[in-house]
């Protein structure tokens, strides 16, 4: 791995620099592939394709792409390496499927430290700041080990909360007195309600930033989101966000001007492709598709994340060149049709971020004739002045759709989408599939 100071330079290096420098690694990686992966190894004698015959980026688009099935059917044939050399196993979170093993060298190890270490130095974290993760350590998930690595290498003071127990987050926070919170948006936002139900005022703990996983906090301007914005004006403390995921082992992290996702060129190369896996220009929203660079045990190509988003090509604010990741729209497969709208589940849980009344929520979706989803929103709510016409009307200002809206007590909600197997909330249930 470079150093930091080498990435630094590579951050503000041209595109054509950056291009040749992603060329290079890729037919160093797509000949790893042949070597060491069972299952590239067999994919690429099917196609009759030859790495060395790699000259240009855009051949990539003709090999296919890798899909979560594929992990699920062939998970074996994915570890590249020596059984003895895996120093660590890691499963996917399940959050909608059945979890994978990913395995991890001690070379993806130090990979792994070396790109987080990358997202929070361009999140402004310095070796004086006092970083709480409230993110789980355990359970074979990847986000917090990797957050604790990356802090430990620049050195900063770490509390190893976990996510678990927000009683003992909350205490921490008293007690320990962090700058930095690190957390999925829901957590970091049932602490700030827990502090100010006790008669405390989040803004007044010392907290400087807040970076957010698992959940978008801007909008597809860039701007923070509702949700960003409560969390902001609750913590008094910048937001920023981060999108990964255990199978990419990359961070797309925003900078402190907080303007998308920068990618790491020399760790990832990222793609926006169309339903049919043809790359899309800058600026359009498509699939996100990923090669991780520079993996050992379990490296991937063209993997499909599932994923919404776009791409940004222009200079960064801050002077990066690196293109940026715009914020998570949502999923492929959770695009919701109703009466000639098309929207994802995000854009609700957006409108309702920004209703104060409102404490969790999840989204139903049913099948009720062809083209066109039935729709119900259970929201949590104490307050007896919200009514369900009210939030149904003010998701149809915001979306041109009028969903059934259901109020319950946020402690129904909270049994609804919280499961031990499951690293974040499940807020969205789809039992369209099961219509025959």
């Not at 099935?69 to 996917?92: K, R």
């Not at 062809?370 to 915001?398: E, K």
């Amino acid at each position: 791995m470079n150093t930091a100071t080498e990435q630094y330079k590579l951050d503000f290096s041209t595109p054509e620099e950056q291009h040749r420098l992603q060329l290079q690694l890729l037919c160093t990686h797509l000949e790893y592939l042949q070597q060491h992966s069972p299952y590239y190894s067999r994919m690429f004698d099917g196609l009759g394709f030859n790495p060395r015959d790699f000259t240009a980026l855009e051949q990539l688009q003709e090999l296919p792409l890798t899909s979560k099935s594929d992990l699920c059917c062939c998970n074996d044939a994915f570890l590249a390496v020596d059984p003895i050399e895996v120093v660590d196993i890691c499963q996917t979170s399940g959050t909608t499927g059945d979890p994978v093993t990913l395995w991890q060298s001690e070379h993806d190890l130090e990979r792994l430290a070396y790109n987080e270490s990358l997202a929070f130095r361009a999140a402004g974290l310095k070796p004086t700041d006092r970083v709480l993760i409230g993110a789980a350590l355990d359970r074979v998930f990847i986000a917090g080990l990797a957050y604790f690595l990356g802090l430990r290498r620049i050195g900063a003071t770490i509390i190893r909360a976990g996510s678990g127990q927000p009683a003992l987050v909350a205490e921490l926070i008293r007690r320990q007195y962090p700058n930095v919170l690190i957390g999925v948006p829901s957590l970091i936002l049932a602490l700030g309600r827990q502090f100010q139900e006790q008669g405390k005022n989040p803004a007044a703990l010392g907290i400087e930033k807040v970076i957010c996983i698992g959940e978008p906090v801007r909008g597809t301007d860039l701007k923070l989101s509702p949700l960003g914005q409560v969390l902001a004006q609750q913590w008094g403390a910048q937001v920023l966000g981060t999108y990964a995921s255990t199978e990419m082992a990359t961070a797309f992290a925003d900078c402190t001007s907080g303007c998308g996702g920068h990618v790491l060129p020399e760790l990832i190369y990222a793609e926006i492709v169309d339903a049919d896996g043809k790359p899309l220009p800058p600026g359009e929203i498509g699939e996100v598709v990923v090669t991780p660079l520079q993996m050992r045990a379990t490296p991937l190509l063209r993997y499909r994340t599932g994923d919404m988003a776009r791409m940004h090509s222009e200079r960064c604010a801050c002077g990066r060149t690196s293109a940026r990741l715009g914020p998570i729209v949502g999923r492929r497969e959770q695009m919701l049709k109703c009466h000639g709208t098309t929207l994802f589940p995000a854009a609700i849980s957006n409108v309702l971020a920004g209703i104060k009344a409102v404490q969790g929520h999840y989204i139903e979706v049913h099948s009720s004739f062809d083209l066109c989803d039935s729709i119900r929103v259970v929201v949590g709510c104490r307050d007896s002045t919200l009514t369900a016409d009210i939030v149904a009307d003010m998701i149809r200002a915001r979306t041109r759709v009028k969903p059934e809206v259901i109020l319950v007590s946020p402690a129904e909600v909270q049994r609804k989408i919280l499961c031990p197997e499951k690293r974040k909330p499940v807020t969205f249930f789809d039992y369209r599939t099961q219509v025959a």
